[in-house]
């Protein structure tokens, strides 16, 4: 009989590996990969993004409402703790201007290998290849039944991941697991996933990024702002504002409602009163040249944005900058400031960063992460129904829930 059975080896399962066998619990971690935290090596462009600097009150706060449900995970290891872990076994991290934190090294595998090194240093066992198939909870405690065989536990964290890049490992079994002991698990659905509008033109514009734009939707009752980078795709918007805006849009699309409308200011730092000047200025200076080329030389939009923008205002292709009639340069300013998308759906959940919905949070207790239907069975990560924004958030919520799930098994698990 193990003390404890961790069943995924992500940046939650090691991270509860860890914490459980600090505090003497024997840990066997069920890996179905053949290395461990795949996921992990792709986050943050493979640099990984693992936290984001603020205290638990701050990175509560981002998660929204559900962020009540973490408050007691993130003050048992918050940012800073993360941080210092990481420091204190030779990986200083640095804090990029939007708050971001990164390995000083930029390399996800520096993240993995420590975490796996620090699993087995504290007598983690961890058995790659081990694809569960079923979790039974019995009298006394679970029998996790793998190709391999059977293992008997007497506490079980489920570390399943979510169903976003499937091709990680994450299938979403830990959801079956969860229903069969009696959990209700909420619609996963895709979030920080790019946006699909309804415009065509958006796919002349695929490949072509934009730095720092705000977005505004109006879903149902709520004004939604999201900023940051924007990336045109073959079939709407991607990139950091549309993932975080997803976030928000994509219970409402699946609850039906379609044609979103969401309105891009491609130059928040300039109100419209400051673009006309500035644009004024750009288009008297350099009277001959196109309207588009002023746009790109003198506003710093890419140069394709910037045709496409003149299209959309109704500039001549060919006229001259000196020669723009006034209404047309205003109506180009609200297009620069309110270009209008209408959001149809989202990309498929593979091709989301992370999942939205999972493991009902009624069901498990904030204060343990121990499930309030069956004693023994805890939960950590993103099997939970918790999603946070883009920027670190996510898996700082990994390392939050996997190392109050890991203590929390383990004070059950240890007789003193």
């Not at 509860?16 to 069920?30: F, T």
Request: hydrophobic residues 40%.
């Amino acid at each position: 009989m193990e003390d404890l059975c961790i069943i995924g080896a992500g940046p939650a399962g090691l991270t509860a590996a860890i914490h459980a066998a600090q505090n003497r619990a024997g840990v066997l971690v069920l890996e179905t990969n053949t290395t461990a935290g795949r996921k992990l090596l792709l986050t943050g462009g493979g640099r990984c993004n693992f936290t984001h600097v603020g205290g638990p009150e701050d990175l509560a706060k981002a998660f929204g409402k559900p962020g009540r449900f973490l408050r007691q995970a993130l003050y048992e290891f918050g940012p800073d703790q993360v941080r210092e872990f990481f420091q204190w076994r030779q990986l200083p991290s640095t804090v990029e201007a939007d708050g971001c934190v990164f390995p000083i090294s930029d390399q996800a595998a520096d993240i993995r290998n420590i975490l796996v090194a620090e699993a087995i240093r504290f007598g983690v066992r961890i058995r790659y290849h081990s694809h569960v198939e079923d979790v039974a909870a019995g009298d006394d405690g679970f029998v996790i039944r793998t190709a391999g065989g059977q293992v008997h536990a007497s506490r079980v964290i489920l570390a399943t991941g979510g169903l976003s890049w499937p091709q990680t490992g994450s299938t979403g079994d830990g959801y079956r697991f969860a229903a069969q002991v009696g959990h209700t698990v909420i619609a996963p659905k895709p979030a920080l996933v790019p946006l699909v509008a309804r415009e065509t033109w958006v796919s002349e514009l695929a490949g072509v990024s934009v730095v720092n734009v705000r977005l505004r939707a109006t879903v149902g009752a709520h004004l939604v702002v999201s900023a940051g980078n924007m990336l045109f795709t073959q079939r709407g918007i991607g990139g950091s504002a549309a993932q975080d805006l997803s976030r928000h849009v994509t219970d409402a699309l699946f609850d039906g409602q379609c044609g979103i409308r969401v309105e891009i200011d491609l130059l928040p730092d300039l109100d419209e009163a400051q673009l006309d000047r500035q644009l004024q200025q750009g288009l008297q200076a350099q009277a001959k040249k196109t309207v588009a080329n002023v746009l790109s030389e003198c506003l710093l939009l890419p140069r394709q944005v910037s045709q496409t923008l003149c299209l959309l205002a109704g500039c001549a292709q060919d006229g001259q900058a000196g020669q723009l009639p006034h209404t047309v340069r205003k109506h180009l300013i609200r297009t620069i400031k309110r270009l209008p998308l209408s959001i149809t759906g989202t990309e498929p959940i593979s091709k989301a960063t992370v999942t939205r919905g999972g493991v009902s949070r009624d069901q498990i207790d904030p204060k343990t992460l121990q499930s309030k239907v069956r004693p023994g069975l805890f939960f950590a990560g993103e099997v939970i129904d918790l999603d946070g924004p883009c920027g670190g958030y996510n898996l700082q919520m990994c390392w939050s829930t996997g190392a109050l799930a890991g203590r929390s098994a383990a004070s059950l698990v240890v007789t003193p």
